[in-house]
């Protein structure tokens, strides 16, 4: 397939750049309306306010000018775009204009932008080309696309969706918990009293953390000299994560460790509670079965709780939940460095219910967790089928048709 500059398309006439306009926020308060007004943020699709005029009714790709140069496709409707922002018109006969985005948006993640290089018309004319494909082919192709798309963000839905029920599960879980016949309790029907951590049922005690562990203490400085290419896990608070209470284990350190009484006191085992002490302060983890060796660093506390009283994955979630984090902004010893130091973290109390009722809430967090890291998988997996399926249309390598006629006859 030939590939064609964008420039020379502009030269032909073929495709036309343009820039918005100076909307400043006194116009859009002075003439309040409904028609959106997009900018060059690269959140909430660039959107910047509305008001009552519209520079444009159709189908059109817009860009930011100022905001990294990223592509948006903007459906058919009444809008107006800033001069910090471009736009992309181009001959319907010739160019299908959601492939024309998708080409433009395929380039713009092999490029950047910055305050010196600004994504202007007259600069992006000359960075970007296309390739040439039969006006029939080109609509297959962002159709194929279009429905990876659709996918995602279908995906992406649900996953914000899932997010709000587990906040709303804990929030129900942690204060109220189960009754025995496995409905969450509430006050018209079941009896509560007041605690430090609030109203709690009259069932739950509230204890201080350091009066439910075994062991409160954090990894030593000095480090450094153990890394190594491979041995034991060493736990940093890049491992912990605020979306839920297991370990990031995508990027490892590993040390190799002296049998010494130091790396003992630092060592972790299944159940235990962490905390992270300095920096981004209380972000939460509970060590699973099954990870082996691993030791934590200075900046994280270990809590070894009595699992006879405690269920560690749900202190785990109570501690990540409001009632803990409540807690742990009170607590910090901000100053001029934010810290915990592990009185501090021994002090924080715990609403615990019986150890049974316990396991029962966990559990109901955990599954709720693995629905949502399961459709995250899903949703990085769309999203390398669609580079693949880009590189390889939008570059003529792998012809559309074929691969229709591919999926088809399965």
């Not at 520079?55 to 058919?76: A, N, Q, V, Y």
């Amino acid at each position: 397939m030939k590939k064609v500059s964008l420039d020379s398309q502009i030269v032909n006439g073929s495709i036309r750049l343009g820039r918005g306009n100076i909307i400043s926020s006194k116009d859009i308060a002075e003439n309040p309306g409904d028609y959106p007004i997009y900018s060059s943020s690269a959140k909430g699709a660039g959107e910047f306010g509305c008001y009552d005029h519209y520079m444009f009714d159709e189908e059109l790709i817009t860009w930011s000018i100022d905001g990294g140069g990223r592509f948006f496709f903007r459906p058919k409707h009444k809008f107006s775009i800033t001069n910090v922002s471009g736009y992309v018109k181009s001959n319907d006969e010739i160019w299908d204009r959601k492939f024309l985005y998708y080409s433009l948006d395929f380039q713009h993640g092999r490029l950047a932008f910055d305050y010196q290089t600004k994504a202007h018309p007259s600069v992006i004319r000359h960075l970007y080309s296309l390739t040439e494909f039969p006006r029939a082919e080109q609509t297959k192709i962002s159709g194929l696309l279009a429905i990876l798309d659709y996918a995602i963000e279908q995906t992406e839905a649900l996953i914000v969706k899932q997010q709000r029920i587990k906040t709303g599960l804990m929030q129900d879980l942690l204060t109220k918990g189960i009754d025995e016949h496995g409905n969450i309790r509430n006050e018209a029907t079941h009896a509560f009293k007041d605690s430090p951590l609030g109203l709690i049922p009259v069932e739950w005690q509230v204890k201080q953390l350091g009066v439910l562990a075994k062991q409160v203490t954090s990894g030593s400085r000095g480090w450094a000299g153990y890394y190594s290419h491979e041995g034991a896990i060493f736990l940093r608070i890049g491992n912990l994560t605020r979306e839920h209470i297991n370990l990031r284990l995508e990027d490892l350190v590993h040390v190799q460790v002296a049998n010494s009484s130091e790396g003992k006191r630092t060592s972790v085992q299944e159940g235990d509670l962490l905390v992270s002490i300095t920096a981004d302060l209380g972000i939460i983890a509970v060590i699973p079965k099954k990870l082996g060796e691993a030791y934590v660093n200075q900046h994280i506390a270990l809590v070894r709780l009595d699992e006879e009283v405690t269920y560690p994955r749900f202190v785990g979630h109570l501690l990540s939940g409001n009632h803990g984090q409540f807690q742990i902004e009170k607590l910090n010893e901000s100053g001029a460095k934010a810290g915990l130091n592990l009185p501090t973290v021994e002090k924080l109390f715990v609403a615990i219910p019986e150890l049974s009722e316990q396991e029962r809430i966990a559990e109901i967090i955990d599954c709720t967790d693995k629905q949502i890291d399961k459709e995250k998988v899903q949703l990085k997996k769309l999203a390398h089928i669609k580079a693949g399926l880009m590189h390889d249309l939008l570059t003529g390598k792998r012809r559309v048709i074929p691969l229709l006629e591919q999926i088809v006859s399965k």
